[in-house]
């Protein structure tokens, strides 16, 4: 018979820890097969109905992106980060070509950026579509989520015709984008799909977001403070739903964004239902960018940069350096930091994922107390990538 | 904390974002118990694929200049420099177990020899010799475009002897060539033969 005292020591001699017994708890193994957390997990310290202790269990999806692009020329990587966030790939697409174009100083013409502000905001109403249809499903509103689901596959076709791809779009290239608008039928099309979504909010608000059990789940649970949103470095809808006015597109402002009017809405509550009236708002505001962008129209002009490297692109060359470009996504503020040291790879790329800042530490706090009921629609509520936690 | 100046911006006012909750509206939704779905019966109804969507590769064997920048630009590396008997330059043989179907490939080829078409379908029937089928050198355009209905062209892929290769396409054609190896440098035997060939023309020149 073993003592506990040399268990514990043996565990510490191979790098792991035992964790002590505990007469009145027991331990729950919340995901990865749980539908909520997809590809994540969380170890839960239960006592009766109500959590005591929550451990973040990540790193199912890790791949080391970031080491893998210092292996693989410039553009190829174009190819490997937009699977860091599978229900936005063109976020992670648009930072990295945003910092190259930096690098190489280029000055991207006004018709890519016309179509790189567009197809940014047609995968922000994408993801929130994708989230809507999580949440309405954990909160058992099943109809709402299929209506999200299926208003997700109009914005697909749509991609589908621009970029060649329903999901992995690999569109956004340093120095314009890969293909040109097909042509007035797409915009035609992108026009009559806002419309459409635009009338069908209200059918989301009558159902969903208006619905009264909606609040009698969310109301003042999960609830996040202010000061400790900061600490950890929330940002995005989160740290907006506790009552802090940030938004990178209007404190840093990139593509056409100051041309663009738009409101941003910040609530006090902190809690679920407050970041969920704060996506529900962001869905309309994003439509309205939409409506805004189709009614100045693309410029005319090249939708890439004329430059003789990009005729032979293997061995594409960007001069040493390095650069940050950081855009808001749906989940938050995602950045990109690429050094260079002029050879035809990169030396280091950072990226700055918005999920793990809430997706790990803030997680462990706000589940401390909650009923296991509520354990998938915070979590939901938080609207983590896994993906991107692990990287 | 404090110090950090604040950048005044248009922020949506509070009862413009909050929401009433309804014990009534919810039973709106019962409406569309009388509209029609938006799902399809597939396989009796079929969505339209996107004109350039980006599917299986075709390759023009006669401009193809085997420059290997195809192989070079794959993410995945799922691109492998084919020498064949009768032409001059290596192929690239594409691998779909790899393939991420991000179609640089197609982008940096110079003279516009590898290109794509919109077909897709990658599914099987689990057997070992249908699983052969995606890894092969792509067949000319027109060869790839005959069949509508999205589904790879080769139905089977006979190894004859000496390293000879027959491609059956689902119609029935084939197509027949010897493979000599693989890699960017030609294969050693023919490489003497194809030194002769040049020496050759270079003397009735």
Same mark, same amino acid.
């Given at each position: 018979m073993v003592s506990q005292q040399e268990l514990v020591k043996e565990a510490r001699e191979n790098g792991m820890e035992l964790l002590p017994l505990e007469k009145d708890t027991y331990e729950l193994f919340f995901?990865?097969?749980?539908?909520?957390?997809e590809n994540y997990s969380l170890i839960l310290k239960m006592d009766g109905n109500r959590v005591v202790k929550a451990i973040a269990n990540p790193g199912f999806l890790h791949r080391g992106f970031e080491k893998l692009a210092e292996y693989r020329p410039w553009y190829t990587n174009i190819a490997l980060f937009?699977?860091?966030?599978?229900?936005?790939?063109d976020v992670p697409e648009a930072i990295y070509s945003m910092a190259v174009d930096e690098l190489m100083g280029w000055e991207v013409p006004e018709r890519a950026q016309w179509i790189r502000t567009t197809v940014l905001e047609m995968a922000r109403v994408t993801s929130y579509l994708f989230w809507t249809m999580g949440m309405a499903f954990k909160l058992g509103v099943y109809t709402a989520g299929q209506w999200a689901a299926a208003y997700r596959e109009r914005f697909m076709a749509l991609f589908e015709e621009l970029t060649g791809a329903r999901v992995y779009h690999i569109y956004t290239i340093p120095g314009g984008v890969r293909r040109d608008i097909p042509g007035d039928k797409w915009l035609r099309q992108l026009r009559d799909t806002v419309e459409y979504l635009k009338d069908k909010l209200k059918d989301f608000d009558n159902v969903l977001f208006e619905n009264y059990i909606t609040f009698k789940r969310l109301e003042g649970i999960g609830v996040m403070d202010k000061k400790f949103a900061l600490e950890e470095g929330v940002t995005g809808p989160n740290l907006r739903a506790t009552g802090v006015k940030a938004d990178v597109r209007k404190l840093d402002p990139y593509l056409l964004y100051p041309e663009l009017d738009f409101e941003v809405p910040v609530l006090k509550e902190g809690d679920a239902l407050a970041r969920v009236l704060v996506r529900r708002f962001e869905i309309e505001q994003d439509l309205y960018i939409l409506e805004q962008l189709l009614e100045m129209g693309p410029p005319s002009g090249p939708y890439k940069v004329d430059h003789?490297?990009? !005729?032979a692109l293997p061995r594409f060359k960007v001069p040493a350096g390095d650069a940050y470009a950081h855009v808001e996504s749906s989940k938050g503020d995602f950045g990109a930091y690429v050094v260079s040291? &002029? &050879?035809? !790879?990169?030396?280091r790329v950072q990226l700055r994922g918005p999920s793990i800042a809430h997706g790990i530490r803030v997680i462990e706090q706000l589940l401390v107390g909650a009923r296991l009921a509520d354990v998938p629609v915070i979590l939901v509520s938080l609207d983590n990538c896994p993906p991107d936690i692990d990287r | 904390m404090e110090n950090v100046k604040e950048i005044e911006f248009k922020v949506a006012p509070e009862e413009k974002v909050k929401k009433k909750p309804s014990f009534l509206k919810p039973w709106l939704g019962l409406k569309y118990l009388f509209k029609k779905p938006v799902t399809i019966k597939i396989p009796y109804e079929h969505t339209q694929i996107a004109e350039?969507?980006?599917?299986f590769h075709t390759l023009n064997w006669k401009t193809c200049i085997g420059c290997n920048m195809c192989g070079q630009i794959c993410p995945a590396r799922a691109i492998e420099m084919t020498w064949i008997e009768g032409e001059k330059r290596a192929h690239p043989k594409i691998d779909y177990g790899r393939c991420t179907f991000c179609q640089f490939c197609v982008d940096v080829c110079p003279t516009g020899a590898l290109g794509h078409v919109e077909h897709y379908i990658l599914t099987t029937e689990w057997k070992e010799e249908e699983l052969e089928l995606f890894d092969w050198v792509p067949l000319p355009e027109e060869k790839v475009r005959k069949f509508k209905d999205y589904r790879h062209p080769l139905a089977k892929i006979e190894h004859l002897e000496d390293g000879k290769v027959r491609y059956i396409l689902r119609d029935g054609e084939a197509v027949e060539f010897r493979i000599l190896g693989y890699g960017l440098k030609p294969p050693a035997k023919p490489r003497a033969e194809e030194k002769k060939e040049s020496g050759e023309e270079k003397k009735t020149e």
């Open positions: 995901g990865p097969q749980h539908m909520a957390t937009l699977r860091v966030c599978v229900p936005e790939p003789p490297a990009l !005729k040291d &002029g &050879g035809n !790879k990169p030396y | 350039k969507y980006r599917g």
